[in-house]
Nanobody, 124 residues
Framework: EVRFVESGGGMVPPGGSLTLSCSTS????????MSWVRQAPGKGPEWVAG????????FYSQSVRDRFTITKNNDNQTLTLHMNDLKPEDTALYFC?????????????????WGQGTQVTVSS
């Protein structure tokens, strides 16, 4: 069974930082491109960042480029998202998924198979 367990979310003021982590199991992690997707209340899923299977090639949406950093550790099957200079519009539930290297169209997992996500709230 494929599983994703996201953690590290919280509430921070604008300009703050957070690091999200995703532990995975049930599939061969090093064979997959991975990505982070977020969903704000009342909105559809939004692709945030993706990284190649070897962890060498990251890609970012325009809205988070230069503020977020995605990393992939194939030894412990963990995906991480370092977030700096957070803005209120970054407020959302964040999920890690397979595929989606450069956009949400490439995400492998259906919405029903995503993890519980981790909530990020940016507010003063």
């Amino acid at each position: 069974e494929v599983r994703f367990v996201e953690s590290g979310g919280g509430m921070v003021p604008p300009g703050g930082s957070l690091t999200l982590s995703c532990s995975t199991s049930g599939f061969v992690f090093y064979l997959w491109d991975m990505s982070w997707v977020r969903q704000a209340p009342g909105k559809g899923p939004e692709w945030v960042a993706g990284i190649s299977r070897a962890g060498k090639a990251p890609f970012y949406s325009q809205s988070v480029r230069d503020r977020f950093t995605i990393t992939k550790n194939n030894d412990n099957q963990t995906l991480t998202l370092h977030m700096n200079d957070l803005k209120p519009e970054d407020t959302a539930l964040y999920f890690c998924v397979r595929g989606g290297l450069t956009d949400i169209g490439g995400v492998k997992d259906s919405r029903d198979d995503w993890g519980q996500g981790t909530q990020v709230t940016v507010s003063s």
